[in-house]
């Protein structure tokens, strides 16, 4: 029989066009390698207790996976804010972090919209920004990685961005940002209207990052991640804090059912295990103290972090070269030497003290 679409002869002649702004962007991929030692997603590299295993495993059994994931998570929701001492109303749930930027940018950028960040940070705030079509905004940080007050206060008076990105710490360079430029942007975008979005990805792994809170009176909101010192990166669970009104504006633009029911159940079972959660933050700031003075003691250039990896610039060898090097070795961080700011620069992740160790002896092998 002949359908009405069969196609027949008809040879493709032209392919659908794709959206003009998207073919000037370049893929944002660490490259995902086979190796023993994998020091370059910032992964955490204790897996979750037996116990976790467990408990999961028998969880997912009795899902009825026949059926859609409960669309709220309010579990999952409920879970959290009582961690952060917050209403179920003030949290938002997605696939990774990375879903939480994208609805930001869906709800509050777009086009005719604009998106401030300060290079060099996380970069898929403005590669988000930009497949979503929300124009970016780019400041530059001075030489110590900070952002200057005056030059983020005069961009925003000038351009009033729709959504404000901060990063503390900051994602490559470890540092965080301080309570008086938030405070100072939180300010200007009273007036504005503008949404000043704090990733805390790595929070937990600093000491002076500064308690902010959520306040129904303050355009600030928070993403964290259930991805690095919660052990959860295979899952892809993060989540917004922020004031109602806000969370509620985010909610419009996620899909029906987006959180899955296995997601949903591990997010609350990993909640559970903060005792081992802090033990294996202590491990890494113990380790990531080992790995700077390691890489101190050699001619690099390490800047300070409050994050679970370290910034650094090799002066006796080309960036590129050790990086290859230490590829061959078995051992894969991350080439940052051709990010905007981060001429020569590598990053390294701080993994298990095995694996710092391997990761130091080469460096010390490559480079004396
Ligand atoms: C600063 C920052 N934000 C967000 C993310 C994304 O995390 P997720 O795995 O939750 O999507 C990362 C990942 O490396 C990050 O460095």
């Not at 002869?9 to 660490?30: A, C, F, M, T, W």
């Not at 005069?154 to 990063?167: D, N």
């Amino acid at each position: 029989m002949q359908t009405r679409f069969d196609c027949g002869e008809l040879k493709l002649n032209k392919i659908p066009s794709q959206r003009e702004d998207l073919g000037v962007l370049e893929g944002y991929h660490s490259p995902q390698l086979e190796v023993s030692v994998r020091l370059n997603t910032n992964e955490s590299p204790f897996p979750l207790p037996d116990a976790f295993t467990q408990e999961f495993g028998s969880a997912i059994e009795k899902l009825d996976l026949n059926r859609y994931p409960k669309r709220s998570a309010s579990e999952l929701c409920v879970s959290i804010a009582d961690k952060e001492i917050l209403k179920e109303s003030e949290v938002f749930v997605a696939n990774g972090s990375n879903e939480v930027i994208q609805s930001i940018c869906l709800a509050f950028g777009g086009y005719g919209r604009s998106a401030l960040i300060f290079e060099p940070t996380y970069a898929m705030h403005s590669q988000i920004a930009k497949i979503t079509g929300t124009r970016v905004l780019e400041g530059f940080r001075n030489s110590a990685f900070q952002v200057d007050e005056n030059l983020a206060l005069e961009v925003i008076r000038r351009e009033r961005p729709e959504i404000v990105f901060l990063c503390s710490p900051n994602n490559p360079t470890g540092n965080t940002e301080s309570l008086e430029l938030i405070d100072a942007i939180l300010f200007e975008l009273n007036s504005t209207g503008g949404l000043l979005v704090v990733d805390e990805a790595y929070k937990e792994f600093s000491d002076t990052s500064s308690e902010l809170k959520v306040s129904e009176d303050s355009n600030l909101a928070f993403i964290r991640t259930f991805s690095k010192v919660r052990s959860l990166a295979g899952v892809r669970l993060g989540y917004l804090l922020a004031p109602e009104w806000c969370v509620n504006m985010v909610k419009t633009v996620s899909l029906p059912y987006h959180l899955d029911s296995v997601k949903q159940i591990a997010g609350i079972l990993a909640l559970k295990y903060e005792d081992e959660m802090k033990r294996n933050l202590e491990l890494i700031k113990k380790e990531r103290k080992k790995v700077f003075d390691g890489l101190l003691s050699l001619p690099m250039k390490v800047w300070p972090s409050e994050a679970n990896f370290l910034l650094f610039k090799p002066e006796s060898i080309e960036a590129y070269k050790l990086w290859q090097e230490l590829l061959d070795e078995g051992i894969l961080i991350r080439d940052c030497s051709s990010w905007d700011g981060l001429d020569g620069c590598l990053r390294v992740t701080i993994g298990s003290e095995s694996e710092n160790d391997t990761f130091l002896d080469v460096v010390r092998k490559i480079v004396k």
